[in-house]
């Protein structure tokens, strides 16, 4: 048969003259591959394929000798549209079991495979094509050379078809993602590089040589938005730097005519009203048929409701992680940006808090405050974007997250070393800052920002004006501070605290005279939680004053329990806050205590720590007088501590003076170590106070004190803190 005959078989075959340059050097080409075994079926493949054109295209043959082999080639070659394959091979049915791995490993439903075989009687064709994924089935004596091109013309369309449908679900999937993706800043872009994909699926090409451009309605100059293919290199170029001239023509002429353009390729206008105009570039130099055309503006009419939806979901989104002021991100957009980015020991996130703004926007105004915070923040961004991400994360405070060579605390410093420049007037500005470390097992979200602001507050009592390095034990011990009080508020709230009472005796005769109450936590897995830890929390939180009148009320109701038990001269002393103290309504609160529970004022003793007096020497001096008019008496605990002093203690007027445990501590065989416990001891002698030592332990202890003429005492010589009912049984023992 000759070629000529051919042609006239066939008329979509068409073969190029020798003589003519080869077609795949200017058109794009069907990647076809062959599979079989013998080298003769190769080179016969390839001689009744030369030169053929299908659909416009050249048809470029890849080998395969074994499935393995073409196994291979497909997972490399994506693109294969077409399998010659040899049934029997290295096996039997290799052939076969190449199908199954192609469709299900590889995954590839678009290959169109035709089974050759030279057995036709091993596996009838029927079962076969019902079986197996395939094109066709043929004998290698059906195939000359017309029934070749006619069955590979068949498998390239069909695969065309397949292509074609996957471009359009591909080009479908990108524009409802960017159309429902509220939250993702590049839902623009995703959804431009929809519009690519599908006018390529609708136009009958691959998705290359498409370029979309917009043009900002502020008359900022044309940039590329989005690209596909050879192009995508191109991205965010502005138009006018484009290389192709003609292209770059016909992009200009679509944006300034606002019209499609079907000149020097095809460009598509989208009137988009957030912008001065989209279009969108295919290379491509047939030009549609009408009908073609008109399903193409009927897209691009409901492609530019799209974007006009993208763009107001963009507008959404900045104002929920954008702040409005800085046009930086906000805490919730720098949560979002840097989520999953931090993952190495050479990351750190620094706190850059504004000194004293609160007072500039009350002394000023709020105007002035802006002014501030955006010369801060030009400057925070001339040092460390694009490399870190820079965001507004409180009123005043912004964050740098980046690398550790790059965020330092020098360089933050250096950043408020020269004043700022507020539209001609100068003003210096001060920061303080905290930075830390972040571990590579930290995630990027708001866990991160907390454990920063705690240091943030660790560095302002610390370090004011200062960028100082925390590190993350420091963070963590104050995160535990932080669930401690948290848990001191619920266990009072759920009554979980409870009172303990010490003995205080005479040193003498060791006759019990009263009972320290003392405040004791437990949880509710039994752990005590010793009041050295819990009691300065809550003096930080503000819980002192109501955990202090429960106290008192506690005390006192136990006081009368007491007294009705017979024990009418019994003293009960309860330890009071300076904070509690200083209320202005402390001393009717302790009246109405002693009211409610109807206790003997004389039976009780309020301890009071040195602290109260400094600074408030005359307030103090008159509640205390005022309390003791009630008949109360008052002890001074922990003297010689602090900051106490001779003239202080006299103007006090207290009733008992306490030796501090520390100074008891000191006591041995040989007398006083130190001196102090004698020298307090000998003070309160010579003010005509009653002396109580606490912290005893020793025998020997005792007697030293008895002989430095201490009168009272109290430690685990004469008895251990014990809860209320073990304490009234131990009393009841000791009478």
């Given at each position: 048969?000759?070629?000529?005959?051919?042609?006239?078989?066939?008329?979509?075959?068409?073969?190029?003259?020798?003589?003519?340059?080869?077609?795949?050097?200017?058109?794009?080409?069907?990647?076809?591959?062959v599979?079989?075994?013998?080298?003769?079926?190769?080179?016969?493949?390839?001689?009744?394929?030369?030169?053929?054109?299908?659909?416009?295209?050249?048809?470029?043959?890849?080998?395969?000798?074994?499935?393995?082999?073409?196994?291979?080639?497909?997972?490399?070659?994506?693109?294969?549209?077409?399998?010659?394959l040899?049934?029997v091979?290295?096996?039997?049915?290799?052939?076969?079991?190449?199908?199954?791995r192609?469709?299900?490993?590889?995954?590839?439903?678009s290959?169109?495979?035709?089974?050759?075989?030279?057995?036709?009687?091993?596996?009838?064709e029927?079962?076969?094509?019902?079986?197996?994924?395939?094109?066709?089935?043929?004998?290698?004596?059906?195939?000359?050379?017309?029934?070749?091109?006619?069955?590979?013309?068949?498998?390239?369309?069909?695969?065309?078809?397949?292509?074609?449908?996957?471009?359009?679900?591909?080009?479908?999937?990108?524009?409802?993602?960017?159309?429902?993706?509220?939250?993702?800043l590049?839902?623009?872009?995703?959804?431009?590089?929809?519009?690519?994909?599908?006018?390529?699926?609708?136009?009958?090409?691959?998705?290359?040589?498409?370029?979309?451009?917009?043009?900002?309605?502020?008359?900022?100059?044309?940039?590329?938005?989005?690209?596909?293919g050879?192009?995508?290199?191109l991205?965010?170029?502005?138009?006018?730097?484009?290389?192709?001239?003609?292209?770059?023509?016909?992009?200009?002429?679509?944006?300034?005519?606002?019209?499609?353009?079907?000149?020097?390729?095809?460009?598509?206008?989208?009137?988009?009203?957030?912008?001065?105009?989209?279009?969108?570039?295919?290379?491509?130099?047939?030009?549609?048929?009408?009908?073609?055309?008109?399903?193409?503006?009927?897209?691009?009419?409901?492609?530019?409701?799209?974007?006009?939806?993208?763009?107001?979901?963009?507008?959404?989104?900045?104002?929920?992680?954008?702040?409005?002021?800085?046009?930086?991100?906000?805490?919730?957009?720098?949560?979002?940006?840097v989520?999953?980015?931090?993952?190495?020991?050479?990351?750190?996130?620094?706190?850059?808090?504004?000194d004293?703004?609160?007072e500039?926007?009350?002394?000023?105004?709020?105007?002035?405050?802006?002014r501030v915070?955006?010369?801060v923040?030009?400057?925070?961004?001339?040092?460390?974007?694009?490399?870190?991400?820079?965001?507004?994360?409180?009123?005043?405070?912004?964050?740098?997250?980046?690398?550790?060579?790059?965020?330092?605390?020098?360089?933050?410093?250096?950043?408020?070393?020269a004043?700022?420049?507020?539209?001609?007037?100068?003003?210096?500005?001060?920061?303080?800052?905290?930075?830390?470390?972040?571990?590579?097992?930290?995630?990027?979200?708001a866990?991160?920002?907390?454990?920063?602001?705690?240091?943030?507050?660790?560095?302002?009592?610390?370090?004011?004006?200062?960028?100082?390095?925390?590190?993350?034990?420091?963070?963590?011990?104050?995160?535990?501070?932080?669930?401690?009080?948290?848990?001191?508020?619920?266990?009072?709230s759920?009554?979980?605290?409870?009172?303990?009472y010490?003995?205080?005796?005479?040193?003498?005769?060791?006759?019990?005279?009263?009972?320290?109450?003392?405040?004791?936590?437990?949880?509710?897995?039994?752990?005590?939680?010793?009041?050295?830890?819990?009691?300065?929390?809550?003096?930080?939180?503000g819980?002192?004053?109501?955990?202090?009148?429960?106290?008192?009320?506690t005390?006192?109701?136990?006081?009368?329990?007491?007294?009705?038990?017979?024990?009418?001269?019994?003293?009960?002393?309860?330890?009071?806050s300076?904070?509690?103290?200083?209320?202005?309504?402390?001393?009717?609160?302790?009246?109405?205590?002693?009211?409610?529970c109807?206790?003997?004022?004389?039976q009780?003793?309020?301890?009071?720590?040195?602290?109260?007096?400094?600074?408030?020497?005359?307030?103090?001096?008159?509640?205390i007088?005022?309390?003791?008019?009630?008949?109360?008496?008052?002890?001074?605990?922990?003297?010689?501590?602090?900051?106490?002093?001779?003239?202080?203690?006299?103007?006090?007027?207290?009733?008992r003076?306490?030796?501090?445990?520390?100074?008891?501590?000191?006591?041995?065989?040989?007398?006083?170590?130190?001196?102090?416990?004698?020298?307090?001891?000998a003070?309160?002698?010579?003010?005509?106070?009653?002396?109580?030592?606490?912290?005893?332990?020793q025998?020997?202890?005792?007697?030293?004190?008895?002989?430095?003429?201490c009168?009272?005492?109290?430690?685990?010589?004469?008895?251990?803190?014990?809860?209320?009912?073990?304490?009234?049984?131990?009393?009841?023992?000791?009478?």
């Amino acid at each position: 048969m000759s070629d000529g005959r051919l042609l006239d078989e066939d008329a979509s075959f068409t073969f190029a003259e020798d003589d003519v340059e080869s077609p795949s050097e200017v058109l794009q080409s069907w990647p076809v591959l062959v599979v079989d075994d013998e080298v003769d079926v190769h080179e016969a493949t390839q001689l009744a394929l030369r030169d053929l054109l299908i659909e416009g295209r050249m048809v470029r043959l890849f080998h395969a000798y074994s499935a393995e082999e073409a196994y291979q080639v497909l997972g490399d070659q994506t693109d294969i549209a077409v399998v010659l394959l040899d049934v029997v091979m290295e096996t039997e049915d290799a052939g076969l079991q190449l199908v199954r791995r192609i469709r299900n490993e590889l995954e590839n439903r678009s290959v169109r495979i035709v089974l050759r075989t030279g057995q036709p009687g091993y596996a009838p064709e029927i079962d076969t094509i019902r079986t197996y994924d395939i094109n066709d089935y043929k004998t290698k004596s059906e195939l000359t050379r017309i029934r070749l091109f006619t069955t590979l013309a068949a498998a390239i369309r069909s695969y065309w078809q397949i292509h074609q449908l996957e471009m359009n679900r591909k080009g479908l999937e990108l524009i409802i993602s960017a159309s429902t993706g509220l939250a993702k800043l590049r839902a623009f872009r995703l959804y431009a590089e929809g519009v690519v994909t599908q006018l390529s699926a609708m136009l009958g090409i691959e998705p290359e040589g498409l370029i979309c451009a917009v043009t900002a309605s502020d008359g900022s100059p044309p940039r590329v938005i989005a690209a596909a293919g050879r192009y995508r290199d191109l991205i965010d170029r502005l138009l006018e730097d484009l290389p192709d001239s003609a292209m770059r023509r016909a992009l200009c002429d679509c944006l300034d005519s606002r019209q499609h353009v079907m000149a020097h390729g095809m460009c598509f206008f989208f009137g988009v009203s957030e912008t001065a105009g989209i279009a969108a570039y295919i290379d491509v130099e047939k030009e549609p048929d009408a009908v073609s055309k008109n399903l193409l503006e009927v897209f691009c009419a409901n492609a530019t409701v799209g974007f006009e939806n993208v763009l107001l979901q963009q507008r959404l989104y900045d104002y929920a992680y954008t702040d409005p002021l800085l046009r930086v991100p906000n805490r919730k957009g720098f949560i979002e940006i840097v989520d999953g980015r931090v993952n190495g020991k050479d990351t750190v996130l620094a706190l850059v808090d504004v000194d004293d703004f609160a007072e500039m926007n009350t002394v000023l105004d709020h105007d002035f405050g802006d002014r501030v915070l955006e010369a801060v923040s030009r400057r925070l961004t001339s040092v460390f974007t694009p490399a870190a991400v820079l965001a507004r994360v409180g009123s005043d405070t912004f964050s740098v997250l980046g690398s550790a060579d790059l965020v330092t605390s020098s360089r933050i410093e250096a950043i408020f070393a020269a004043p700022f420049d507020l539209n001609g007037e100068m003003l210096r500005v001060s920061a303080t800052a905290s930075l830390i470390k972040v571990g590579q097992q930290q995630n990027a979200n708001a866990d991160m920002l907390k454990n920063a602001s705690i240091a943030l507050k660790q560095a302002k009592v610390l370090k004011r004006g200062r960028a100082t390095l925390f590190s993350e034990d420091l963070s963590a011990a104050a995160r535990e501070r932080i669930r401690m009080l948290t848990d001191l508020r619920v266990a009072f709230s759920a009554e979980r605290l409870f009172l303990a009472y010490q003995p205080q005796v005479d040193l003498i005769s060791g006759k019990v005279l009263g009972a320290e109450a003392l405040l004791r936590w437990q949880t509710d897995d039994g752990r005590s939680i010793p009041p050295d830890k819990f009691i300065p929390l809550a003096e930080q939180s503000g819980l002192t004053v109501p955990i202090g009148e429960w106290v008192l009320r506690t005390a006192c109701r136990h006081l009368k329990r007491l007294t009705d038990l017979g024990h009418v001269t019994f003293r009960m002393a309860i330890n009071v806050s300076h904070t509690q103290f200083r209320e202005p309504g402390f001393v009717p609160a302790l009246g109405r205590a002693v009211h409610d529970c109807q206790v003997d004022p004389g039976q009780l003793e309020l301890e009071l720590t040195e602290s109260v007096a400094i600074g408030h020497i005359d307030s103090t001096t008159a509640k205390i007088q005022e309390i003791r008019r009630m008949g109360i008496s008052v002890a001074m605990d922990d003297f010689g501590t602090g900051y106490s002093s001779l003239s202080v203690l006299k103007q006090l007027n207290v009733d008992r003076l306490k030796v501090d445990r520390s100074f008891v501590k000191e006591i041995g065989e040989d007398g006083d170590a130190t001196g102090i416990a004698e020298l307090v001891i000998a003070l309160g002698h010579q003010l005509h106070l009653v002396t109580i030592a606490e912290g005893v332990e020793q025998e020997e202890q005792r007697r030293q004190l008895l002989k430095m003429g201490c009168q009272e005492g109290q430690g685990y010589l004469f008895g251990r803190p014990m809860p209320a009912k073990e304490f009234e049984a131990w009393l009841a023992a000791q009478r």
